[in-house]
């Protein structure tokens, strides 16, 4: 406790605007809004310990600000950061807590990327890396005078998990949620998300063309395992991934579709099927439980692995779309972005996909350093192949932005491409459909790049 925050009575979960409706309208001509799982699953941690919790969507609440402005010294404010536009918001409304006495904490991506930086430079108390139940959790306890001492050995042994402000690093005590190993598949252990939390169900159902008029997400596991190097998955999770069960998964799901009569589940895990069985599984008792179309991610390597048993098991299991980042048709480029698949079987995965009734949504990169300039022109025309041999398949091209922290972003500082931001405004201005690395990309394929874009996919307007 400090004599800022005498008594700490409320937490406020901030969510930022993405900014992102250019590229990331839904079919009904807005921007897809998601819920906020993060807010949701971090309110039993701040419950716990006596605290009253609500959030504050600065994506549907045009009155945010004045939300904002009524916190004081008794509240907390709790921002999730994503590299990008949505730092303005983290910052805009980190200002406006801080100067009214409120503890400010920041987690999220871009803290976990950058935790010393956003204390430093924003209005943060408090910064809580990596996957955030534990380390929340145990900040809770601590602002109400709840939390047991952390002794020495193994918590001390682990390194600062928490960086507070004018204080020294607060470590977690040993546990595999708290401090994973790299590479390590996590079991979790925090408890079901907070529903409550949500006043206004509608402000999360999106109308999909994909998956079904009423479409609503779920996280059912973060992290991943892969080590893609253009990827910031596998910096912001540790290498590890993070696993919930799958039957709680699918009783929350149920209860959630009950609320807001959702028609479809769009899965935004990482890295859905990198356990067969485990997706298997998922998809049985979603069938047999809520009966409703769902849509995931899936690593081309994986896709290649499935058995045609195995992918029209999920298909009679109601799975109607994939998103398969294929990154590029090029093995030499597969080779940089550790992607480890084989392009040569790019067509067979999306006949595959047709033959067992699954939509495919492919996404490319285009902009690799080094790359032969011809390879702009071969990832187009392998999307536009794509959608010839189905025309209900989707794909997106993006322009290589590597997010902090990435093998690539080092090899690209290394051959002089940038300069790379260095501060917190200027990761705010990091847009990967908008060609930003000097040098890198061929501005010649810019608007073409654009023009495919709007035919390829209807999410994008751009």
Partial sequence: MTAQNPVVTDVWFFQPRTLAKANYANSGGREQTWTPWWACYLAPAATAAGLRTHLIDARTDPAWQQQVARLGPGDVLAVTTMTGAALRDALAASQMARAAGSYVVWGGPHATLFPTQCLAESPANAVVPGFGHAGFALLMRRLTGTAEPVTAGPAAALGPRILTEGGDPVPLQASRTARPASGALVAADDPLPSLGLIRCWENYVNPDVAIADRTVNYVTSEGCLRRCTFCSEPQTSGHA???????????????????????????????????????????????????????????????????????????????????????????????????????????????????????????????????????YQQTIDCAFAIRDLDPRHQCKIHFLEPWPGTPISTLLQRHGYGPMPTTLAGWADVDYYQAQIAGLHDPAYTQIVRDANRALSPYVDA
């Fill in 241 to 375: 991934w993070y696993v919930r069960p799958v039957t709680a998964a699918v009783d929350t799901i149920a209860e959630m579709v009950n609320l807001c009569g959702a028609t479809g589940i769009k899965l935004h895990d990482p890295n859905f099927f990198h356990d067969l069985d485990r997706a298997g599984e998922f998809g049985r008792r979603l069938a047999q439980t809520v009966g409703v179309p769902w849509a995931a991610s899936l690593h081309p390597a994986d896709l290649q692995a499935m058995t045609d048993e195995q992918l029209h098991a999920a298909a009679a299991a109601g799975l109607c779309r994939v998103l398969v980042g294929l990154e590029t048709p090029v093995p030499e480029l597969i080779k940089l972005s550790n992607k480890r698949y084989d392009p040569a079987g790019i067509p067979a995965m999306a006949r595959r996909l047709t033959a067992a009734g699954i939509r495919g949504m492919f996404t490319f990169i285009v902009g690799w350093p080094g790359a032969d300039p011809g390879h």
